[in-house]
C-alpha cells in the first residue's frame, strides 16, 4: 500500500487547510486511516482515524470540533479538513493505513501498518 499526503502548507492562526492522502496498491475499502502529527522534538500523536465504511471517527482532544476526518471509497482517498487552526497544529502530518474486518477505529501509532511521506502544515501567529 502506498499512500500520499498533499494539501499542506503556510497558513495564518484561524485559517484552515484540507489535507488529502491518496492510496493504492490495496482493497482501500478494507483499511482503516488516521492521520497523526509530530512536531519538532515531540513523539508522534493520531489526531484523526475513521474507520473502513467510514462511520466510526474518532479525533485527539486538542483537535475536536476544529478537524474533520473524512473518506472516499470509490477514489481511494482519505481527507482531514482543517479549520481555526491554531500554532500549535503546526507539525509534519502524517496519513497511515491498517487492515481492519472489523469496521473500527485505533488509536495507537503501532496499530498502523504503511504511512505516507508527510505533508508539512505551518500556521503562523
Known amino acids: 500500500v502506498q499512500l500520499v499526503e498533499s494539501g499542506g502548507g503556510l497558513v495564518q492562526a484561524g485559517g484552515s487547510l484540507r489535507l488529502s492522502c491518496a492510496a493504492s496498491g490495496g482493497s482501500f475499502s478494507t483499511y482503516a486511516m488516521a492521520w497523526f502529527r509530530q512536531a519538532p522534538g515531540k513523539e508522534r500523536e493520531q489526531v484523526a482515524a475513521?474507520?473502513?465504511?467510514?462511520?466510526?471517527?474518532r479525533y485527539a482532544d486538542s483537535v475536536k470540533d476544529r478537524f474533520t476526518i473524512s473518506r472516499e471509497n470509490a477514489k481511494n482517498m482519505v481527507y482531514l479538513q482543517m479549520n481555526s487552526l491554531k500554532p500549535e497544529d503546526t507539525a509534519d502530518y502524517y496519513c497511515?493505513?491498517?487492515?481492519?474486518?472489523?469496521?473500527?477505529?485505533?488509536?495507537?501509532?503501532?496499530?498502523?501498518?504503511?504511512w505516507g511521506q508527510g505533508t508539512l502544515v505551518t500556521v503562523s501567529s
Open positions: 475513521i474507520s473502513r465504511s467510514g462511520i466510526f471517527t
Open positions: 497511515a493505513s491498517r487492515s481492519d474486518w472489523r469496521d473500527s477505529v485505533a488509536r495507537a501509532r503501532t496499530d498502523y501498518d504503511y
